[in-house]
């Protein structure tokens, strides 16, 4: 560069600012292919994972239904997150871990008829639906356990605990 001629620089800058341009030398954008070459492999895991799971929640479903067709259909979606973990996994809690257990605590007090009248004229509209849709899908079913009498307050308590500290160490 120290002995280049100013047409040389000018030639050199020129080159350098083609380089840089979508398009590049020749014409190529190695960049833009690279990302459309990765666009096009994660849509189609998508699809192929998306069908897995579709089809192992289609046999399993058939196989509940044909050895236990008494089954309810919220039974069903419960038998169907215990078989199927990946269904579980899907679902994250937006929510922070502690948060979600003063919800939780919220929800079940409501639930089970322990709420204050004055703690119910604080709480926001429709907001028990809004805490169901925020509970990942175990600690829905250990709710309706307890709401049915299928577990005990005690057995509850250290559950959703135990679910709690999962989620806090994987960052859900």
């Known amino acids: 560069m120290k002995n280049a001629s100013p047409a040389e620089i000018a030639e050199l800058q020129a080159l350098l600012k ?9 014409k190529l ?3 833009g292919m ?6 096009s492999i994660k849509q189609q895991m998508g699809l192929s994972e998306k ?5 192992a929640t289609s046999m ?3 196989l509940i239904k044909a050895y236990a067709p008494e089954v309810t259909e919220r039974e069903m979606e419960l038998l169907l997150q215990e078989m ?4 579980k996994k899907e679902q994250k809690s937006p929510v922070p871990a502690d948060m979600l257990g003063t919800m939780i605590n919220q929800f079940v007090d409501y639930s089970l008829g322990r709420m204050s009248e004055a703690d119910k004229a604080q709480m926001p509209g429709q907001w028990t639906q809004k805490y169901w ?7 829905r079913g250990l709710i309706t356990k307890l ?4 577990i005990d307050g005690e057995l509850f308590r250290l559950a959703t605990e135990e679910a709690l500290r999962r989620m806090e160490k994987q960052g859900t």
Do not use: M, Q, W
């Open 84 to 87: 199927l973990p990946s269904i």
């Open 60 to 62: 399993v479903s058939k």
């Open 133 to 139: 849709n925020v509970f990942p899908l175990e600690i």
């Open 18 to 26: 083609k380089r840089r341009r979508p398009g590049g030398i020749g």
């Open 147 to 150: 709401l049915h009498n299928e």
């Open 29 to 31: 954008d190695l960049s």
């Open 51 to 55: 069908y897995l799971r579709e089809t």
């Open 34 to 39: 690279a990302k459309g070459v990765a666009g």
